[in-house]
């Protein structure tokens, strides 16, 4: 398809015609030493977060869940359509349904629909089809992408970089469960679609990640993994 042509945007400055109202933004401006020594703190705190598998079933209040998901859901997102939905269950009929769907899933892919190599890789982290973290942990928050928004008129609205919102919302998720001093797994059941079914969700909605929350259980381990080091996961272009 042939590219339009490029409109002149000068005539259009400095008025942008697109914007709508702005507001002040002016957060405290701090110190180049404060600004290190927070980005040493949070690095050092988020490094002591680890992804667990054995919960401890004491509840944990709605209120907490509730501040969580807000959290998440401050992330940046395409055109700011905020493209998704937190399910949050502790009714253990639904955490049982929801185990009982995960683990048959997953009994398919560990008996055969992963390759070797995708099970030659999970190996020493030690996962299989079995989940009692889905019943154990008080909470699971289940994170659906919105494929598309619904509109008032019940029209589609397109939504922007679906996969990078949705991520990004997880991410600030498990970091603020992380900071809460509470723990989670990002659980990738597959397929998923049960998950939309068994919780009543929209058409335009895809589960995309199943987070079981709560305290690590006492006595829980994790594998004994490294990070990959800055110099692995960074490239510098300095001036
Ligand atoms: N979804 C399966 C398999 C699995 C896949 C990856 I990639 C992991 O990092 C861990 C597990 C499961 O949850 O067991």
Known sequence: MAEPELPDFDDELPHDPFSG???????????LAEVAARADGFHAELDQRRSVRDFDPQPIPRTVIEDLIRAGSTAPSGAHMQPWHFAAVS?????????????????????GRMSEEWRDALRPLGTTWSKPHLTEAPWLVVL??????????????????????????????????????LATLPHTPSPMGF?????????????????????????????????????????????
């Open 144 to 181: 659906f992408s919105q494929v598309w928004g619904v509109r008032e008129d019940g029209g589609k609205r397109k939504h922007y970089y679906v996969a990078e919102s949705v991520g990004i919302a997880a991410g600030m998720f498990i970091a603020a469960v992380h900071r809460a001093g």
């Open 195 to 239: 998950l939309a079914e068994i919780l009543g969700r929209p058409k335009n909605e895809r589960a995309t990640l199943l987070m079981p929350v709560g305290y690590p259980a006492a006595g829980c381990t994790v594998p004994d993994l490294d990070r990959k080091p800055l110099a692995e996961v960074s490239s510098w272009f300095e001036g």
């Open 91 to 111: 009714d253990p009929a639904l955490k049982a349904r929801i185990r009982a769907a995960a683990e048959e899933e997953e009994k398919r892919s560990y008996g």
């Open 21 to 31: 109202p702005r507001v002040p933004h002016a957060p405290p401006r701090l110190s």
